[in-house]
């Protein structure tokens, strides 16, 4: 038996995933992603969970990649076992949302990680970064592909040619980050934002979540299309007509699917 290093509690339709591995810093070696992407999938399967917070250690949200196993690899070894690919592409197909909640170090494949959730929400003390240039390599799990996104050409590039990090106010104000908060305060601001989301259709909220992401990977038209065609579907929905009427009736709406 493996040890767990990645936990999970449920309540109220959100999953709290804790990364703990035994070094504070949260190394992301393939036993902890491994562990990750097999919970927040057991998540996915699960009714009863809507939205899903993923949050590191009292020093880390997780500070990088395992360059000791890295500095062992050569290229055929990498490209063979298709390294970070193998283990990181299933968080890319999540339909339920993820929010980071990053307090501490999000270095390199910590803060590549918390760009593939949904949402950021920082706590003041955290810092990103991408400083994979200083160890004579490139970003492999979307450093130079989704922070360029986040925060423009010129930052993103600033960013992974130093390997200089951020500081969360910096993050924010490059949009990084959705919010801010204290430590002390991190889970719960996230939890927070969490259940307001949950508390929806989940169809729904999958089909927007689909429908941002979209955005990022498409034309302006071909976009506009999916998100027409997905507004088209939800008037198929059950959920769709009691919001409706719940709103006309001036009330809470009472989703079936929530």
Known sequence: MSRQIVHVEIEDRVAVVRLAS?????????EL?????????????????HVSVLIGSARAFAAGADIDAMSR?????????????RNWDPIRALRKPLIAAVGGYALGGGCELAMMCDIVVAAEDASFGQPEVRLGIVPGA???QRLPRAVGKSAAMTMCL???????????????????TTREALLDE??????????HS?????AIKESVNRAYESSLSEGL????????SGFALEDQKEGMRAFLERRAARFRDA
């Open 73 to 85: 690899l050569d290229y055929r070894t990498a490209f063979a076992l298709d390294y970070i690919g």
């Open 33 to 49: 992603v491994d562990q990750l992407v097999a919970a927040l999938q057991r998540n996915e399967a699960d009714p009863g969970v």
């Open 142 to 144: 979307g450093g130079t």
């Open 225 to 232: 299309l999916f998100e027409r065609r997905s507004f088209h």
């Open 202 to 206: 989940i169809p729904v909220v999958m």
């Open 190 to 199: 996230a939890r927070a934002l969490a259940q307001s989301i949950a508390r």
């Open 22 to 30: 035994e070094n504070p810093l949260n190394p992301l070696t393939d």
């Open 162 to 180: 130093t390997g200089a990090p951020i500081s969360a106010q910096e993050a924010f104000d490059l949009r990084l980050v959705s919010k801010l």
